[in-house]
């Protein structure tokens, strides 16, 4: 169809993300896990829906309940223009909810979880994880009403009906609301970082791909299996796998003792040749391989795609038989590499977890637990940084089993001093940052650790 010379229109294309596909029993359009059949009477109309736009005014011959049926079921993304051209698209990932009609009494107002950024293309798009759609802003006389959409002035330069209708489509969407959202505690429970965090990790966003895509391949080499070294490197004794499968205790003995242990014995310091063993169970490269892309990696505990882009850095306090210092641990070479001597920020991450755990002494050793996050964002697309999460948990438990197995005090810690580990390495947080931290020592006695399964 044709739009008008003047006047509000619409236009109306597949969601992002919609395939069209053939099977033995017809055409189906298809955003896992959602499914809609097509009639091969209404296959032209879906070709024009996959090819671009298709302009509404009146109802064309045969298509109006296509079209109905598509916009019920949230299968299109809806444009509404003025005589100047596109002002918003309300961009749908799911069904819609039923138009409030009449509005709700009330003004409306952002909800606390919707956010406004700009996209790729210069446009602002505007998303709440709560919201059954996301709506871009084409023009920015139309941001004026995402400032107010519970105004009802005239907006210079935007047609006062098309104004209206993105008022209404901002309530409608979920993006705005009316009264107190947060009444219902499992509403008020969640912050707005972590709703989004989740919700967009398990790739809720329209138009933006999710997985295994390599599309890093298109701007950078792929990242190297291992970073430059830092400095002088320690060599660390190799322990015998083969007699720790004989004197190790059983797996459920280790499981069910498993104990979050904070303090740490301050007369028996941590050695190096027990700091290497645990680092060597825990943490060390075994082999390496092609693939992908890029060289693969095999640790003690699993990593998406054996990219493996954890690294361990020892801020060792007191351990006997190594300078206090902050070191880098090289699983390839089963060394420690030293970052800097021990010094204020080093000390300062140290005296900052004793206090937090309230240590009687200094911790013998923090381990921390950083990200080079090209490995993983290099091959994933939008939950890259939630694997990221996952491998510091799975690393974490290994740490807390091969801990108790040794028989020494491990603790996984919640957050450490902000900024602390660029001032340490002098990374660039972009390219490499903290994501966790660990406390190993020497237990200290009964009468000393307040002991409890944490």
């Known amino acids: 169809m044709t739009p008008p010379d003047t006047g509000p229109y619409e236009t109306v294309r597949l969601r992002g993300g919609v395939e069209s596909m053939r099977h033995p029993r017809g055409t189906s359009l298809v955003d896992l896990p959602d499914q809609e059949p097509v009639t091969p009477e209404e296959e032209a109309v879906v070709r024009t829906l996959v090819d671009g736009s298709h302009r509404m005014t009146v109802r064309d011959d045969g298509t109006g309940a296509l079209l109905d049926r598509l916009r019920s079921g949230g299968w299109l993304a809806v444009t509404v223009h003025d005589a100047d051209g596109p002002v918003f698209t309300v961009e749908p990932h799911r069904s819609p909810a039923a138009r409030p009609v009449p509005p709700p009494p009330g003004r409306p107002r952002l909800s606390r979880f919707t956010a406004v950024r700009a996209s790729a293309d210069g446009l602002l798009w505007v998303s709440s994880p709560r919201a059954w759609a996301a709506v871009v802003v084409h023009r920015p006389e139309a941001a004026v009403v995402l400032a107010d959409p519970g105004g009802e002035r005239r907006v210079p330069g935007l047609d006062e009906a098309v104004a209206a209708r993105l008022r209404h489509d901002l309530l409608w969407a979920g993006l705005a609301v009316v009264g107190d959202e947060d009444e219902e505690f499992r509403v008020r429970q969640w912050s707005w970082a972590d709703l989004e965090f989740h919700q967009s990790s398990r790739g809720y966003t329209p138009g933006f791909r999710l997985g295994r895509t390599g599309w890093g391949a298109e701007y950078a080499p792929a990242p190297p299996p291992r970073p430059e070294p830092f400095g002088p490197a320690v060599e660390l004794r190799r322990p015998d796998l083969e007699r720790l499968r004989g004197t190790d205790p059983p797996f459920t003995s280790v499981l069910e003792s498993r104990r979050s242990l904070r303090r740490h014995d301050p007369r028996n310091p941590l050695t190096c040749d027990r700091l290497a063993e645990f680092l060597y169970r825990t943490a060390r490269t075994v082999h390496r391989r092609p693939g992908d892309g890029m060289e693969l990696q095999y640790r003690p505990y699993p990593s998406g795609g054996a990219a493996h882009e954890l690294e361990v850095y020892v801020v060792a306090a007191r351990v006997a038989g190594l300078e206090p210092g902050t070191y880098h641990y090289d699983g390839h070479d089963h060394r420690l590499e030293l970052v800097r001597p021990m010094d204020g920020p080093g000390r300062l991450l140290v005296d900052g977890v004793g206090s937090a755990t309230s240590q009687t002494g200094a911790p013998q050793a923090l381990l921390l637990i950083s990200a080079r996050f090209e490995r993983l964002m290099w091959a994933y697309e939008g939950l890259a940084y939630a694997l990221i ?50 406390l190993l020592g020497v237990p200290a006695g009964p009468e000393q650790e307040e002991g409890g399964r944490r």
């Open 389 to 438: 999460l996952k491998h510091v948990g799975a690393l974490m438990q290994t740490m807390n089993l091969v801990a108790t197995a040794m028989g020494l005090a491990g603790c996984a810690l919640g957050t450490s001093t902000r900024h602390a580990f660029g001032r340490l390495t002098g990374l660039d947080p972009l390219e490499e940052d903290l994501v966790g931290e660990f």
